[in-house]
């Protein structure tokens, strides 16, 4: 076979469809389950007035405030954008993956976080629209402490899509893409983590518990989150879309622009620490959930291969 007909096979074989199936589903087990951590998470990010207490404290207030089920504010429009996004990033890692297999020179490590990387940019031009749409839905009927956020009331996403084109302009759907793309960083960090600790833990053909997947996967999204937090700040400011730019001119620069003036001015108004507001619910939520959703995939592939007749591991 031709190595074109060979690239081909590779992206559009039944083995990454069963990939990226199985990663989807298993970020919607693990985001349903570890919900109300990302509304806590989220509720700090984006109000300034909201002190950072414990998150057990944040989880609490929202509840007696707003009532249980604001917990779960906003599920279907992240779930719906977490499936997307994860099936799209998963397909993208595992075909290049298949078609790096062969490749000459380069360490595993380093294709890793290459095939990280790219997965990662095709991800976040494909659905941050998703996104923005989601941060707006999910903030619906928050009681702020910060009295100058203003919302616009959206009946649902198809509605929120048309009300952003048009009060807003296209553009607005991909506000926070900037950070987005920076933070591409964080998924292929932790794949790469992920990848070369799951490769010594199944060297000379070890079968690795589900135990030991969900430890893996939750150093490996810890170490990522931390060393990229800031700019996951930001990128919630600028997708909930309350900041309005004073830069000149637009583009990438007045993106770095609106970076730059948004991690000053936090730091500015809650110090350097003020970079870092609700990581400590983002760590709880995000490596839970990271490390839930890795067990939840390996174990729907593993069996979806098994019962296809294929008889493979899963090959890392």
Not at 93 to 117: C, E, T, V, W, Y
Not at 221 to 240: E, H
Request: hydrophobic letters at 45%; aromatic letters at 10%; one cysteine or more.
């Amino acid at each position: 076979m031709s190595d074109n007909g060979g690239s081909a096979v590779g992206l559009l074989s039944y083995e990454t469809l069963v990939h990226a199936v199985a990663g989807a589903m298993g970020s919607v087990t693990a985001m349903t389950v570890f919900f109300p951590l990302d509304t806590a998470k989220s509720r700090l990010q984006v109000d300034e007035k909201r002190k950072s207490n414990s998150t057990p404290v944040i989880l609490a207030e929202i509840a007696k405030e707003e009532g249980f089920l604001s917990l779960y504010r906003g599920w279907f429009p992240v779930i719906s954008s977490l499936c997307c996004s994860n099936f799209v990033y998963f397909y993208t890692f595992n075909s290049l993956k298949k078609l790096m297999a062969s490749g000459p020179g380069q360490s595993r490590p380093g294709k890793d976080l290459l095939i990280g990387i790219v997965s990662g940019v095709v991800n976040v031009i494909l659905t941050t629209p998703m996104w923005v749409v989601n941060t707006r839905l999910k903030m619906q009927g928050v009681k702020f402490r910060n009295e100058d956020l203003h919302q616009t009331h959206y009946r649902g996403i198809f509605d929120a899509f048309s009300q952003i084109i048009a009060n807003e302009g296209v553009g607005t759907l991909w506000n926070g893409t900037l950070p987005s793309l920076v933070l591409v960083l964080n998924p292929a960090v932790q794949f790469m983590i992920y990848e070369a600790m799951k490769r010594k833990a199944g060297r000379g053909g070890r079968k690795i518990s589900s135990a030991k997947i969900f430890l893996i996967g939750a150093i490996a999204k810890a170490i990522a989150t931390t060393a990229t937090y800031p700019l996951q700040t930001v990128q919630a400011i600028l997708r909930f879309g309350q900041y309005k730019s004073d830069a000149e001119g637009g583009g990438v620069m007045g993106s770095l622009s609106n970076i730059l003036f948004l991690l000053m001015d936090r730091i500015k108004k809650h110090g350097a620490l003020g970079l870092y507001k609700g990581l400590e619910a983002k760590l709880l939520q995000t490596v839970l959930t990271a490390a839930l959703m890795f067990v939840v995939y390996e174990k729907i592939a593993a069996v979806t291969f098994r019962i296809m007749g294929m008889n493979k591991k899963l090959k890392h």
